[in-house]
């Protein structure tokens, strides 16, 4: 219950706090520059999305026909496609975590702290057997 209702917060704060700072980088820089750094930041995004999953594509082709698991890859791509979505919201806050989910070395050390904190939850057996 209680990852719902920090979404729920989430969901409510981010929106707030997007308008605000759209609202303000409006007073201070113009309105049309405004609107115009927000799509920048979407076209960059969606190019550099495009270029990462392709990496992203051939790494995990790659680990699959040695034989290895792809597991960085795998979350790499679900935090792909999360970077993604954000940057195609209009908004700074969002376009920051957004391209922080599609740098490679962010999302790599994204990426191998979520396979860390999920590997431990396994084996104590939080996931198997989830406290009720």
């Known amino acids: 219950m ?6 729920a917060v989430l ?3 981010i929106p707030i706090v997007e308008i605000f700072i759209l609202i303000k980088s409006g007073e201070i820089i113009g309105i049309f520059p ?3 750094l927000v799509i ?30 792809p597991a960085q890859e795998l979350v790499e791509g679900i935090l792909l496609a999360v970077g993604g979505a954000l940057l ?5 806050v969002t376009d ?5 989910c599609l740098l490679p070395f962010s999302r790599k050390l994204m990426a ?4 860390k904190k999920s ?14």
Do not use: C, D, H, W
């Not at 920051?96 to 922080?100: A, C, D």
């Not at 191998?112 to 396979?115: A, K």
């Open 34 to 36: 405004t609107i115009i």
């Open 88 to 92: 195609m919201t209009p908004g700074f």
């Open 112 to 115: 191998t702290t979520i396979i």
């Open 2 to 7: 209680r990852s719902y209702s920090i979404l």
């Open 119 to 132: 590997a431990e939850k396994v084996k104590s057996g939080v996931i198997i057997n989830p406290p009720e």
């Open 11 to 13: 969901f409510l704060i």
């Open 96 to 100: 920051t975590i957004g391209f922080l």
């Open 40 to 69: 920048l930041t979407a076209v960059i995004g969606a190019a550099l999305l495009r270029q990462q999953g392709l990496s992203t594509l051939a790494r995990f082709q790659k680990n699959m026909s040695q034989g290895k698991l």
